[in-house]
């Protein structure tokens, strides 16, 4: 299996510009998270999916950020218009269900740098 | 969500037991206790979890405390590859949010 996988891994790009993140969850898995990491915020939740259909985006910190989830094998993480303080890293994760005794599954993260 | 309180740092020394302690006196008879890690510049992975009782399994043993207001997690025997930040987070049933706070940040001295 190949784990969470996660496009970019590393993006640069100027203030002002749209960011797309993209992350494929493990095959299977019915839930999908979104978590982004500063060193002064540390690991945020920022939204999750149970079978495509958001459940909670109170983590979602403003208007200029959205995610979707087509399909049980994709989800975007949208960024318009991004700015420096969005600089951070992005992780998606995965797990089978929506349960508490469940693991979840984290891809290697996207190092995202808004200039 | 209940809290979770660890300490920020600890130290070991490499091939000795690990026993890295978290409080979380406000839990909740439906919160499973999670530990994860996350080693320098990887996504955090699953370490162990449990709800009453002990639990072992291949990267260490997690130890809840009678009244379920602590826990421990124990690595046997400590490697470099273990440095990393450990991860308490209570997870209630029903829901798989995970809330991550500051962890504590694991070095092991060779």
């Known amino acids: 299996d190949a784990g969470v996988i996660q496009s970019p891994r590393h993006e640069v790009t100027e203030m002002g510009q749209e960011v797309t993140l993209r992350c494929k969850p493990i095959?299977?898995?019915?839930?999908l998270f979104w978590y982004r990491q500063t060193m002064m915020r540390g690991l945020e939740l920022l939204i999750y999916f149970n079978n495509n259909v958001p459940i909670d985006d109170s983590g979602m910190p403003e208007d200029r950020f959205s995610a979707k989830m087509p399909n049980a094998s994709f989800s975007t993480l949208k960024i318009q218009p991004s700015e420096p303080r969005d600089s951070a890293v992005y992780f998606c994760?995965?797990?089978?269900?929506?349960?508490?005794?469940?693991?979840?599954?984290f891809g290697p993260g996207t190092r995202l740098l808004v200039l | 969500d209940a809290k979770t309180t660890q300490p920020n740092s600890m130290e070991s020394n490499e091939e000795e037991p690990v026993h890295l302690p978290c409080n979380h006196s406000?839990?909740?008879?439906?919160?499973?206790i999670h530990w994860y890690r996350q080693l320098p510049s990887q996504g955090p992975e699953y370490v162990i979890h449990g709800l009453t009782s002990n639990v072992n399994n291949r990267m260490a043993s997690l130890a809840i405390a009678e009244d379920r207001k602590s826990s421990t997690l124990i690595l046997h025997r400590a490697t470099l590859r273990d440095a990393a930040v450990y991860y308490c987070?209570?997870?209630?049933?029903?829901?798989?949010?995970?809330?991550f706070g500051t962890g504590t940040r694991l070095t092991i001295i060779p």
């Open positions: 406000t839990i909740s008879g439906t919160d499973y």
């Open positions: 994760a995965s797990t089978p269900s929506w349960l508490a005794q469940e693991t979840q599954y």
């Open positions: 095959s299977g898995h019915n839930s």
């Open positions: 987070i209570l997870v209630n049933f029903g829901n798989e949010k995970l809330t």
